[in-house]
């Protein structure tokens, strides 16, 4: 962290949230922002060259997401701190997340005295989670461990999601229909489910499963 105002840039595709940000924290003592971006490789760039304390970084953008965006500027400018300020907040998200090295994950309900003290707090090099991300957090450390699913779960598993009858299942995978229900249990069970339309919404939280 530099002496003085900390140096934050934000990092948003969605230009009125980014302005919001900024006006946001314009008025913050101690805190100066010196730079937006609104895809992941021009936020690389404003990097390389203010050397910000801290970046806000949305995660779904053009170009370069901000997972993506926080593995580079983890690897290439360590000094600086990502601080995630999104909308999402499923289990898959937070996890991609943290893995990348954030340092912190907010939601974009957060206040301007919540945000500004986030932003103190991890140029300190302090996790900052948003309460309902730490929630999210404890509950999935204290569930059992994961089972893996197997190949052809996995394919029965993207056939539901695609909206495939047991039947058109089968045809796809050339396997009875039988076979699919046998599958169809298996993968409730272990994603603690009782029907198809959870086990696709599970199974996506716990990033089971990516949909374009």
Known sequence: MTGGA???????????MRA?????????AG???VGEAGDGRAALGLVERHEPDVALVDLRMPVLD???????????????RVLILTTYDTDAEIERAVEAGAIGYLLKDTTR??????????????TVLAPRVAERLVARMRQPAQIPLTARESDVLNAVADGLTNAEIGRRLVIAEATVKTH???LFAKLDVNDRTRAVVVAMERGLLRRP
């Open 6 to 16: 900390l140096r934050v840039i934000v990092v948003d595709d969605h230009t009125v």
């Open 20 to 28: 919001g940000v900024v006006a946001l924290l314009a008025s913050e």
């Open 31 to 33: 805190i100066e922002i």
């Open 66 to 80: 901000g997972v993506a965006t926080t593995t580079e500027i983890v690897r290439r400018f360590p000094r600086t």
């Open 113 to 126: 005295e919540q945000l500004a003290d986030a932003i103190h707090a991890a140029a300190r090099g302090e």
């Open 184 to 186: 169809l249990l298996r």
